[in-house]
């Protein structure tokens, strides 16, 4: 029985793995049709995004049917408990970058992009593509030392979140109403896929630690 119970801990954490890649394919199409104003990329997102949330709810009943059969305690009770957790940010990681590419096809053929905030936005949609493939990294090799490298990642995006709200409410901006929202939005969509990679991250330094960094915003949308 232990060794069946194994071997279902390892199909939750390669389920997650899995979850992680194609929410990684997804911020990185969703950032290119955002920027490139690519409707037939943002349909893409749009679609794979379905997948991420099938896939996503087939791993919460893997981990709930081994928390009713197994009744795991002490680190196993919390991994299984962290895979459900983790999950859901996955999900809502999968969600912020359908949204972006969401943003990309109403505005098609125009660019959805301010033209005053491109170099921004790019650099926010590096930032979290970049995030994404370090979490993969991190769930497939349970690497904490990744986890800084992501906080400090996360760092970069708050403080260009910051620059996007500076640009659209400074005197200088002559966007359309459009245009402002069009930038909130993204901007806004970009800066929460990054935070919540970050509660994950802290999620799987705990588990491999036993040291808990708070997360005063963990269930924010």
Sequence with gaps: M????????REVQDRLI??????????E????????????????????????????????????????RQQPVARDLRTVVSALRISA???RMGDMAEHIAQLARYRFPERAVPKGLRSTFAEMGRLDVEISRKLTEMLRNQ??????????????????????????LGDSWKGEATATVDATLASRYHERFADHAVSIAKKVQYLATGDWAPEADDNAL
């Design 143 to 168: 690497d904490v030392d990744i986890a800084e490298e992501i906080l400090t990642d996360d760092d970069r995006v708050d403080d260009l979140h910051v620059a996007v709200f500076e640009k659209v």
């Design 89 to 91: 940010s996955l999900e």
């Design 2 to 9: 232990r060794q069946v119970f194994q071997q279902e801990l």
């Design 29 to 68: 199409n969703a950032v290119r049709a955002f920027n490139e104003s690519d409707v037939a990329i943002a349909e893409g997102v749009i679609e794979n995004d379905t997948r991420i949330d099938v896939l996503t709810r087939a791993l919460d009943e893997l981990a709930i049917n081994i928390l009713a």
């Design 18 to 27: 899995a979850i992680s890649e194609l929410v990684t394919i997804s911020i």
